[in-house]
């Protein structure tokens, strides 16, 4: 079981570039999140998604854009890259609301921004 | 805002000694507490988990304590192992937990021999 799977798994942009980081999951299941972690500071939602077509702002979303593309892809896109942007980024999925699959994590992007 | 606050940072500890991590809350909504582990290089994991009609639960050598009124909980791991060398995430959420999760800043635990 691949579980949920993030592309890349490094990449290094210049500021002003743009780039979409890709996330799928196999579990069928509804919700997929996006977060950021930074040293100190934990994980912080950027966005998510409770089900497929509905995507709603986390606790900081400013610089980002995301799209579900179906129930089992959800895409974070940085429209024009800024080195405060420079975070390991992690992708999760979990059963939603009522369910009792709790949130599973990918193994991160790494995105510096010089 | 920090709605979930994790101390201590960093943690060292003797192999066989006991592991504890705190954390504190502020929204009342909360009704799911997990604990997640992460590794060097890999994605958080679900370690434990506790909603607040129980005050501990207890899965092999790892216990969640939960203080309602106090609006705290914390993770003790019991005979400490070098293999539970690792970051430790708490975290909460309203819903069961099937929700976006607030997470505390982390804990870096060692376990030297």
């Known amino acids: 079981n691949a579980g949920v799977t993030q592309t890349p798994k490094f990449q290094v942009l210049k500021t002003g570039q743009s780039m979409t980081l890709q996330c799928a999951q196999d579990m069928n299941h509804n919700s997929m999140y996006w977060y950021r972690q930074d040293p100190g500071m934990g994980l912080r939602l950027i966005y998510y998604s409770a089900s497929e077509g509905t995507t709603d702002k986390g606790e900081v979303p400013n610089g980002y854009n995301v799209s579900r593309l179906n129930k089992r892809e959800f895409s974070l896109r940085l429209e024009s890259a800024a080195p405060s942007q420079t975070s390991v980024y992690f992708c999760?999925?979990?059963?939603?609301?009522?369910?009792?699959?709790?949130?599973?994590f990918g193994d991160g992007t790494r995105l510096s921004i010089l | 805002q920090q709605q979930v606050k994790q101390s201590p940072q960093s943690l060292i500890v003797q192999k066989g000694g006991i592991s504890i991590i705190n954390c504190a809350y502020e929204n009342t909504a909360f009704d799911y507490f997990p604990w997640y582990q992460q590794f060097p290089g890999k994605g958080p994991a679900l370690l434990i988990a506790i909603r607040p009609d129980v005050s501990e639960k207890k899965e092999g050598r790892f216990t969640i304590s939960f203080n309602k009124s106090a609006k705290q909980f914390s993770l003790h791991i019991m005979d400490s192992q070098p293999g539970d060398s690792a970051t430790y995430f708490c975290a909460a959420s309203i819903n069961f937990g099937n929700e976006k999760l607030t997470f505390g800043t982390g804990t870096r635990l060692t376990i030297i021999p």
């Open positions: 999760a999925s979990s059963g939603g609301r009522f369910s009792n699959q709790p949130q599973h």
